[in-house]
């Protein structure tokens, strides 16, 4: 299987100001058709996660674009610059290249 | 519109049989490329997926539990079920149902999830 491992796991931000979530795969991620199938979720306390990021950049409907994912081969970061209330809860990197597997999660709060 | 629910009993005994449900709208799963998938999260933990059918019927499972579960699709009553057999204390999670778009989307689109307690 596929190991997913996400750093920092826990990550206190400031209101305004940016974060970074890195996530490596202990495989390379590349499709054999030429896709990165690397997905970014959000989930809130609560709720069910939500779509934001797939293929590695591309945002999922209604994300802001204060939203983006960057990486290739097995190493991937998502950045949220200008973080507000709303994005704090716990984001997950998702690899869908051989089956699904999950890291474990960065949790966002506002110091 | 897209949605999806899931049903299933809260409280499980140790090794019985959990049957879960997911009913969705918005989409057909005979259509191309369209999928469904179990998900499942352990309380305060991360998530795990399970199962999932495609528009072709071809079903995939989870190598840790491959023995346990089944999952099968009704296209018409757009319904997929998950069973998952000698159910355990570590068993208890939120199960979630999920769509994915094959070749573009993994799982778009979520249900508020399931909670199940096993217990005896």
């Known amino acids: 299987d596929i190991v997913m491992t996400q750093t920092p796991l826990y990550l206190p931000v400031t209101l305004g100001q940016s974060a970074s979530i890195s996530c490596r795969s202990s495989?390379?991620?590349?499709?054999?058709?030429?896709?990165?199938?690397l997905s970014w979720l959000h989930q809130r306390p609560g709720q069910p996660p939500r779509l934001l990021i797939y293929?590695?950049?591309n945002r999922f409907s209604g994300v802001p674009d204060r939203f983006s994912g960057s990486g290739a081969g097995t190493d991937f970061t998502l950045e949220i610059s200008r973080v507000e209330a709303e994005d704090v809860g716990v984001y997950y990197c998702m690899q869908a290249r051989q089956s699904w597997t999950f890291g474990q999660g960065t949790k966002v709060e506002i110091k | 519109q897209v949605t999806l629910r899931e049903s299933g009993p809260a409280l499980v005994r140790p090794t019985q049989t959990l049957t879960l449900t997911c009913d969705f709208s918005?989409?057909?799963?005979?259509?191309?490329?369209?999928?469904l998938a179990w998900i499942r999260q352990p309380p305060g933990q991360a998530l795990e997926w399970l199962a999932l059918?495609?528009?072709?019927?071809?079903?995939f499972y989870s190598s840790s539990l491959m023995t346990r579960l089944t999952i099968s699709g009704d296209t018409s009553k757009n319904q997929v079920v998950l069973t998952m057999t000698d159910m355990s204390p570590v068993d208890t999670a939120t199960y979630y149902c999920?769509?994915?778009?094959?070749?573009?989307?993994?799982?778009?689109?979520w249900g508020q999830g399931a909670r199940v307690t096993v217990s005896s």
């Open positions: 059918i495609d528009w072709e019927d071809d079903k």
């Open positions: 999920a769509r994915r778009v094959a070749g573009t989307f993994d799982f778009d689109y």
């Open positions: 293929k590695v950049s």
């Open positions: 495989r390379s991620l590349v499709h054999k058709d030429g896709n990165t199938y």
């Open positions: 918005g989409f057909s799963l005979s259509t191309s490329q369209m999928c």
